[in-house]
Each structure stands twice: as structure tokens, then as C-alpha cells.
């Protein structure tokens, strides 16, 4: 069987009320009983799963991140990411827990549940949540720790280690729930210069499992994994946002982070790819995602598109993005 290291999800959230009350027109969506999308007259696209405006938050945890989970448990690192412009509906899919409960809570819950019906296997879980913002790491869960103290690490085995990021020990699905919370308020609360930030930068919160069992020669055996769900930073444009100075560079930075995670993710589906060059090295979002996107990791990407008419262009930019990933 032919592995396909990243699978792309497309969602297209309804018009929201405000642009129903400006009477905005939908110019994207899905093609009924097909995995394709047609944006526009006649430009179609194919992904691995469409999801169009009645879809519910379970529909896309059900059909996309379930089997990550399953092979979480299996041992398996996973990623998910939200890609797509501000306002699209990236954050409503990984979830927050004030709206309909998103992937995040959603996958925190089945974890329990798996780890409450497994009693022969003795699960530790971490979680972590940081934020990349103009190639700066923050520790959402520590605010206190320096930016200058969180680096990005290799291990002898190969796994990627954040040294100096907080990582709690968690023993149950509302303690991850409020350390989510904590984390995401700190994201995005206060003033409008902290919601301009949040928009520019990704965040990537992490659940690390470590499950231990007795083996039948007598020995413990041990297995570890982890599942990484990444709200990428807006995908919109410079020029439309019309910034410039210093808030230019910031969004050429950002924009360089989406550029390189675009670079990996088209090498590793490229056929050739055994011989191809994979540049995780070009952008600190992709050298922590390193262990978990390719090899026997499993990765799914979530592109979010708003409907409206006056979003057209990024929409297309969005879909043509999330196709270099096939
Ligand atoms: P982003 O994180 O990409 O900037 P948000 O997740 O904040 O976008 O979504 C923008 C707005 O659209 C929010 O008010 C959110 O509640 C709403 N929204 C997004 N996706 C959906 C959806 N699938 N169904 C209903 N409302 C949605
Ligand atoms: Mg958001």
C-alpha cells in the first residue's frame, strides 16, 4: 500500500451573520457526493475530505483525527494543523472549548477513555503549548520563562525536544481542558495588539504519552508518542493587509514559517521523495515538527476557507497551497 504521509481536509465554514447582514455571496463549495471543491465559475480541486457549511465538529473529528488518535495509542506521533486566513475558522476547528467543542477537546477525551479501558498499560501523559511568533518561542504555559531560554534540541534518537518549555503532567481530561484555557487566554485576551499577534503567530499545543507494560520475558516495555495540534498563523497576504515598517517584516517572518511548512509538506508527497531533500531546517515551526511530520508520523492538514465572495482571492491562495500537499 502506497502511504500517503499528509492528508488534506478542506472545511468551508457557512457565512457568518454579519456578512449575511452585508449581503455577502458564496463563491466556494464542495461538489455534491465528490471529494472536490469549485471555487469561482469552474476551478475545481480534489482533497482527501471536503467539508462544507452544515458539517458539524464531530463530522471532522470523526473522519479525520480519530485514526490519528487510534495510532497515537499505537505508538505513532500525529500532527494536525489549521491552515487558512484569519477569520476562516481555524481556531473554532482545533477547539477552544467556548464554542462547539472542537479536535482538541474532542481527541483529549478519547485518550481518557482509551486510558481508563486499557488497566494492563500504565499511561503517563504531558502536555505543552507554546507559541512561535517572528521565530520567538514563548511558553504559553509558563509566561515567566524567557524567550531566550527555549530552544529547539535533537535527541540521539531522533525526536525533537523543546528545552526549557513547561510540560504538565496530567492525570484527567479537564485538567488538559483548563491548562488549554489558561493557555489560549494568554493567546488571546487583552488588548487588540495581543489579537493582532495571535493572528501572526502559530501555536502548537502538544499531548506526550508515555505507556508502560510488563512485558511477557519479564521486562517493561516502554512506548512513547505524541500528537501536536498546530493553529497556524493567518495565511493572508501582506500586500491586503497593507502593512509596512516593522509590522511588514513581521508578517514576511510569518509568512517565511507558512513558506518552509509549504516546502516540507510538498517534498514529503513528492514520489521521489526517499532521495528529496526535506528543508525542516528553514523555519523553527517546522524543525519542532520535525518528528512528527513524515516518516511514520501522521499528519493531516485542515485547510479553512470562508465562503464570502470578498474573500475570494485568499481562498484560492489557500486551496492552491493545501493542493501542493497531494
Ligand atoms: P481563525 O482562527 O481562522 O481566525 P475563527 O476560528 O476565530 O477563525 O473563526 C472566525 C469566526 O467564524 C468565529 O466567530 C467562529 O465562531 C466562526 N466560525 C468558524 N468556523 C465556523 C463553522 N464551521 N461554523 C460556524 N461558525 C464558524
Ligand atoms: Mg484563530
Redesign the pocket.
Known amino acids: 500500500m502506497d502511504e500517503i504521509p499528509v492528508k488534506v481536509a478542506v472545511?468551508i465554514?457557512?457565512l457568518?451573520s454579519k456578512e449575511i447582514l452585508h449581503n455577502h455571496q458564496v463563491c466556494v463549495r464542495p461538489v455534491p457526493n465528490t471529494q472536490q471543491i469549485i471555487i469561482g465559475k469552474d476551478r475545481v480541486f480534489t482533497f482527501d475530505h471536503v467539508f462544507g457549511k452544515s458539517?458539524t465538529q464531530d463530522d471532522v473529528y470523526s473522519s479525520c483525527i480519530k485514526p490519528l488518535l487510534v495510532s497515537l495509542i499505537e505508538g505513532y506521533n500525529a500532527t494536525v494543523f489549521?491552515y487558512?486566513?484569519?477569520?476562516?475558522?481555524?481556531?473554532?476547528?482545533i477547539g477552544g472549548a467556548e464554542?462547539e467543542k472542537g479536535i482538541i477537546p474532542r481527541a483529549i477525551q478519547e485518550l481518557f477513555q482509551a486510558i481508563s479501558e486499557n488497566h494492563n498499560i500504565d499511561f503517563t501523559v504531558k502536555v505543552s503549548y507554546i507559541e512561535v511568533y517572528k521565530e520567538d518561542l514563548r511558553d504559553l504555559l509558563e509566561l515567566e520563562t524567557n524567550v531566550k531560554d527555549i530552544h529547539i534540541r535533537e535527541d540521539e534518537k531522533g525526536n525533537t525536544v523543546i528545552v526549557g518549555a513547561k510540560e504538565c503532567q496530567v492525570e484527567s481530561a479537564d485538567e488538559v481542558m483548563s491548562l488549554l484555557e489558561a493557555g489560549s487566554a494568554v493567546r488571546h485576551t487583552s488588548t487588540t495588539q495581543m489579537n493582532e499577534r495571535s493572528?501572526r503567530s502559530h501555536a502548537i499545543f502538544t499531548m506526550s504519552i508515555l505507556q508502560q507494560r510488563d512485558a511477557n520475558n519479564g521486562a517493561t516495555e516502554m512506548i512513547s508518542s505524541k500528537f501536536h495540534f498546530v493553529?497556524l498563523a493567518?495565511s493572508e497576504r501582506v500586500t491586503k493587509t497593507g502593512n509596512t515598517g516593522e509590522r511588514f517584516k513581521e508578517s514576511i517572518q510569518i509568512n517565511s514559517g507558512l513558506l518552509a511548512l509549504g516546502n516540507v509538506i510538498s517534498a514529503l508527497a513528492d514520489p521521489k521523495r526517499k532521495s528529496a531533500h526535506v528543508p525542516y531546517r528553514d523555519a523553527k515551526i517546522t524543525r519542532i515538527l520535525k518528528d512528527s511530520l513524515g516518516g511514520n508520523a501522521n499528519t493531516v492538514m485542515i485547510t479553512?476557507i470562508s465562503p464570502s465572495t470578498s474573500d475570494f482571492d485568499e481562498s484560492l491562495n489557500s486551496l492552491k497551497y493545501s493542493n501542493r500537499a497531494k
Open positions: 472545511r465554514r457557512p457568518l458539517s489549521a487558512g486566513q484569519t477569520g476562516s475558522g481555524k481556531t473554532y476547528t464554542e493572528s493553529d493567518g479553512c
